[in-house]
Protein backbone atom coordinates (compact mmCIF):
# COMPACT_ATOMS: atom_id res chain seq x y z
CA UNK A 1 0.00 0.00 0.00
CA UNK A 2 1.00 3.78 -0.01
CA UNK A 3 3.52 5.34 2.82
CA UNK A 4 3.93 8.89 3.31
CA UNK A 5 6.64 10.41 4.71
CA UNK A 6 6.63 13.76 5.86
CA UNK A 7 9.07 16.29 7.59
CA UNK A 8 10.46 17.77 9.56
CA UNK A 9 7.74 16.52 12.26
CA UNK A 10 8.22 19.87 13.88
CA UNK A 11 9.49 23.68 12.51
CA UNK A 12 9.72 26.89 14.11
CA UNK A 13 10.02 30.06 12.26
CA UNK A 14 10.07 33.77 13.31
CA UNK A 15 6.89 35.93 11.71
CA UNK A 16 7.29 37.19 8.20
CA UNK A 17 9.47 34.00 7.73
CA UNK A 18 8.89 31.07 4.76
CA UNK A 19 7.84 27.77 6.19
CA UNK A 20 8.40 24.56 4.13
CA UNK A 21 7.24 21.07 4.48
CA UNK A 22 8.05 18.31 2.37
CA UNK A 23 6.71 14.71 1.89
CA UNK A 24 7.61 11.75 -0.43
CA UNK A 25 5.31 9.23 -1.11
CA UNK A 26 5.59 5.27 -2.25
CA UNK A 27 2.99 4.32 -5.30
CA UNK A 28 3.84 5.86 -8.35
CA UNK A 29 0.06 5.71 -9.45
CA UNK A 30 -0.81 8.35 -6.78
CA UNK A 31 -2.60 11.11 -8.10
CA UNK A 32 -4.42 13.50 -5.57
CA UNK A 33 -1.92 15.08 -3.06
CA UNK A 34 -3.83 17.09 -0.72
CA UNK A 35 -2.92 19.41 2.25
CA UNK A 36 -4.80 19.67 5.98
CA UNK A 37 -4.19 22.18 8.41
CA UNK A 38 -5.43 21.28 11.98
CA UNK A 39 -5.40 24.07 14.92
CA UNK A 40 -5.14 22.67 18.21
CA UNK A 41 -7.95 20.98 19.49
CA UNK A 42 -10.03 21.46 16.33
CA UNK A 43 -10.48 19.56 13.23
CA UNK A 44 -8.17 19.06 10.10
CA UNK A 45 -9.27 21.22 7.37
CA UNK A 46 -8.24 21.37 3.68
CA UNK A 47 -6.22 24.39 2.72
CA UNK A 48 -4.58 23.44 -0.59
CA UNK A 49 -4.54 20.14 -2.73
CA UNK A 50 -2.96 19.66 -6.33
CA UNK A 51 -3.58 16.54 -8.35
CA UNK A 52 -0.91 15.00 -10.76
CA UNK A 53 -1.69 16.37 -13.80
CA UNK A 54 -0.08 19.83 -12.54
CA UNK A 55 3.37 20.64 -11.17
CA UNK A 56 2.30 23.36 -8.54
CA UNK A 57 -0.80 24.98 -7.50
CA UNK A 58 -1.03 28.51 -5.37
CA UNK A 59 -3.54 29.86 -3.18
CA UNK A 60 -2.23 33.36 -1.50
CA UNK A 61 0.29 32.71 0.89
CA UNK A 62 0.57 28.98 -0.03
CA UNK A 63 1.72 26.93 -2.98
CA UNK A 64 2.19 23.21 -3.41
CA UNK A 65 4.58 21.97 -6.06
CA UNK A 66 4.33 18.38 -6.94
CA UNK A 67 7.51 16.58 -8.56
CA UNK A 68 5.96 13.01 -9.60
CA UNK A 69 9.22 11.50 -11.01
CA UNK A 70 10.70 12.09 -7.46
CA UNK A 71 7.85 11.28 -6.02
CA UNK A 72 7.56 13.87 -3.41
CA UNK A 73 5.55 17.19 -3.11
CA UNK A 74 5.47 20.34 -0.89
CA UNK A 75 3.99 22.96 1.20
CA UNK A 76 5.41 26.79 1.01
CA UNK A 77 3.91 28.64 3.48
CA UNK A 78 5.34 33.09 2.65
CA UNK A 79 4.91 35.72 4.91
CA UNK A 80 3.87 33.42 7.86
CA UNK A 81 1.80 34.86 11.06
CA UNK A 82 1.18 33.45 14.36
CA UNK A 83 -2.07 32.30 13.07
CA UNK A 84 -0.42 29.91 10.47
CA UNK A 85 0.92 27.75 13.94
CA UNK A 86 -0.71 24.43 13.40
CA UNK A 87 0.20 20.94 12.25
CA UNK A 88 0.29 20.27 8.83
CA UNK A 89 -0.64 16.89 7.48
CA UNK A 90 0.12 15.80 3.75
CA UNK A 91 -1.68 13.00 2.13
CA UNK A 92 -1.90 10.97 -0.94
CA UNK A 93 -4.31 9.03 -2.44
CA UNK A 94 -4.76 7.04 -5.95
CA UNK A 95 -8.23 7.46 -8.39
CA UNK A 96 -8.42 4.23 -10.00
CA UNK A 97 -12.07 4.72 -11.75
CA UNK A 98 -15.01 2.90 -11.50
CA UNK A 99 -16.27 2.18 -8.33
CA UNK A 100 -12.89 0.84 -7.28
CA UNK A 101 -11.69 1.38 -3.57
CA UNK A 102 -10.47 4.79 -2.73
CA UNK A 103 -8.76 6.26 0.84
CA UNK A 104 -5.75 8.87 1.86
CA UNK A 105 -3.18 7.88 3.55
CA UNK A 106 -1.87 10.80 5.49
CA UNK A 107 1.59 11.79 6.60
CA UNK A 108 2.55 12.23 10.29
CA UNK A 109 2.02 15.42 10.54
CA UNK A 110 4.55 18.77 11.49
CA UNK A 111 3.62 21.11 14.24
CA UNK A 112 4.68 24.33 12.61
CA UNK A 113 5.18 27.20 15.51
CA UNK A 114 4.94 30.94 14.09
CA UNK A 115 6.94 32.82 16.80
CA UNK A 116 6.14 36.95 17.04
CA UNK B 1 -19.23 24.24 11.24
CA UNK B 2 -22.36 21.95 10.85
CA UNK B 3 -22.57 19.62 8.12
CA UNK B 4 -20.63 16.84 9.61
CA UNK B 5 -21.11 16.02 13.35
CA UNK B 6 -19.67 13.61 16.17
CA UNK B 7 -20.74 12.73 19.92
CA UNK B 8 -19.68 12.48 21.89
CA UNK B 9 -17.27 14.75 22.35
CA UNK B 10 -15.49 13.45 25.41
CA UNK B 11 -15.85 9.59 26.22
CA UNK B 12 -14.83 7.35 29.20
CA UNK B 13 -14.84 3.51 29.19
CA UNK B 14 -13.89 1.09 31.38
CA UNK B 15 -11.95 -1.83 30.17
CA UNK B 16 -13.50 -4.64 28.89
CA UNK B 17 -16.93 -2.41 27.67
CA UNK B 18 -17.79 -1.75 24.10
CA UNK B 19 -18.56 1.89 22.89
CA UNK B 20 -20.37 3.59 20.05
CA UNK B 21 -19.19 6.59 18.72
CA UNK B 22 -21.48 8.58 16.57
CA UNK B 23 -20.50 10.22 13.06
CA UNK B 24 -23.69 12.11 11.16
CA UNK B 25 -23.21 14.08 8.36
CA UNK B 26 -25.78 16.01 6.27
CA UNK B 27 -23.88 17.13 3.53
CA UNK B 28 -25.22 14.21 1.10
CA UNK B 29 -21.70 12.79 0.66
CA UNK B 30 -21.94 8.97 -0.49
CA UNK B 31 -18.61 8.48 1.24
CA UNK B 32 -17.73 8.24 5.26
CA UNK B 33 -14.25 7.31 7.04
CA UNK B 34 -12.88 6.76 10.80
CA UNK B 35 -9.93 7.84 11.75
CA UNK B 36 -7.98 7.49 14.74
CA UNK B 37 -5.35 9.68 15.89
CA UNK B 38 -2.38 9.58 18.51
CA UNK B 39 0.07 12.12 19.31
CA UNK B 40 3.35 12.09 16.53
CA UNK B 41 1.03 9.37 14.51
CA UNK B 42 -0.71 11.14 11.97
CA UNK B 43 -4.39 10.43 11.22
CA UNK B 44 -4.68 6.17 10.59
CA UNK B 45 -7.71 4.66 8.89
CA UNK B 46 -9.92 2.47 10.44
CA UNK B 47 -12.74 1.63 8.11
CA UNK B 48 -14.34 3.54 5.49
CA UNK B 49 -17.55 3.18 3.48
CA UNK B 50 -18.45 4.42 0.06
CA UNK B 51 -21.64 3.14 -0.24
CA UNK B 52 -24.99 2.41 2.08
CA UNK B 53 -24.66 -1.38 3.37
CA UNK B 54 -20.89 -1.41 2.18
CA UNK B 55 -18.02 -1.00 4.17
CA UNK B 56 -13.84 -1.89 3.89
CA UNK B 57 -11.61 -2.08 6.37
CA UNK B 58 -8.82 0.32 6.84
CA UNK B 59 -5.40 -0.10 8.14
CA UNK B 60 -6.10 -0.19 11.98
CA UNK B 61 -9.09 -2.30 11.98
CA UNK B 62 -8.63 -4.75 14.59
CA UNK B 63 -10.46 -4.15 17.75
CA UNK B 64 -13.42 -2.03 15.99
CA UNK B 65 -16.64 -2.42 14.22
CA UNK B 66 -18.38 -0.36 12.04
CA UNK B 67 -22.58 -0.05 9.94
CA UNK B 68 -23.69 1.65 7.11
CA UNK B 69 -27.37 1.66 7.34
CA UNK B 70 -28.08 5.00 6.19
CA UNK B 71 -26.43 7.47 4.26
CA UNK B 72 -25.84 9.84 6.63
CA UNK B 73 -24.68 8.04 9.78
CA UNK B 74 -21.46 5.60 9.80
CA UNK B 75 -21.04 4.67 13.82
CA UNK B 76 -18.07 3.34 15.12
CA UNK B 77 -17.92 0.40 17.78
CA UNK B 78 -14.84 0.41 20.01
CA UNK B 79 -14.94 -3.51 20.99
CA UNK B 80 -13.05 -4.45 24.14
CA UNK B 81 -10.66 -6.56 21.98
CA UNK B 82 -8.82 -3.05 21.08
CA UNK B 83 -5.88 -3.10 23.25
CA UNK B 84 -5.08 0.40 23.23
CA UNK B 85 -8.12 2.35 22.78
CA UNK B 86 -7.31 5.54 23.82
CA UNK B 87 -7.37 7.76 21.05
CA UNK B 88 -8.55 11.22 19.85
CA UNK B 89 -11.24 9.39 16.89
CA UNK B 90 -12.60 11.76 13.31
CA UNK B 91 -14.96 11.15 11.40
CA UNK B 92 -14.86 12.40 8.01
CA UNK B 93 -17.13 12.21 4.84
CA UNK B 94 -16.51 13.02 1.02
CA UNK B 95 -18.62 13.15 -1.96
CA UNK B 96 -18.43 9.64 -3.79
CA UNK B 97 -14.79 9.65 -4.95
CA UNK B 98 -14.85 6.62 -7.40
CA UNK B 99 -17.50 8.59 -9.98
CA UNK B 100 -15.91 9.32 -13.21
CA UNK B 101 -16.46 13.43 -12.79
CA UNK B 102 -14.49 13.16 -9.66
CA UNK B 103 -10.34 13.02 -9.02
CA UNK B 104 -10.45 13.01 -5.21
CA UNK B 105 -12.36 15.24 -3.34
CA UNK B 106 -11.99 17.00 -0.38
CA UNK B 107 -12.92 15.05 3.33
CA UNK B 108 -14.77 17.16 5.62
CA UNK B 109 -13.86 16.22 8.90
CA UNK B 110 -16.10 15.80 12.17
CA UNK B 111 -15.03 17.27 15.44
CA UNK B 112 -13.57 14.54 16.80
CA UNK B 113 -14.68 12.28 20.38
CA UNK B 114 -11.54 11.52 22.84
CA UNK B 115 -12.24 8.19 24.17
CA UNK B 116 -10.03 8.17 27.74
CA UNK B 117 -10.32 4.20 28.89
CA UNK B 118 -9.95 4.36 32.73
Redesign the interface.
Known amino acids: GENVEQHPSTLSVQEGDSAVIKCTYSDSASNYFPWYKQELGKRPQLIIDIRSNVGEKKDQRIAVTLNKTAKHFSLHITETQPEDSAVYFCAASRYAGGGSNYKLTFGKGTLLTVNP | ?GGITQSPKYLFRKEGQNVTLSCEQNLNHD?M?W?RQDP??????IY?S?IVNDF?K??IAEGYSVSREKKESFPLTVTSAQKNPTAFY?CASSID??Q?R???D??F????TRLTVL
Open positions: DAYYGQGLRLYQQGDLPSPSFGEQFGPG
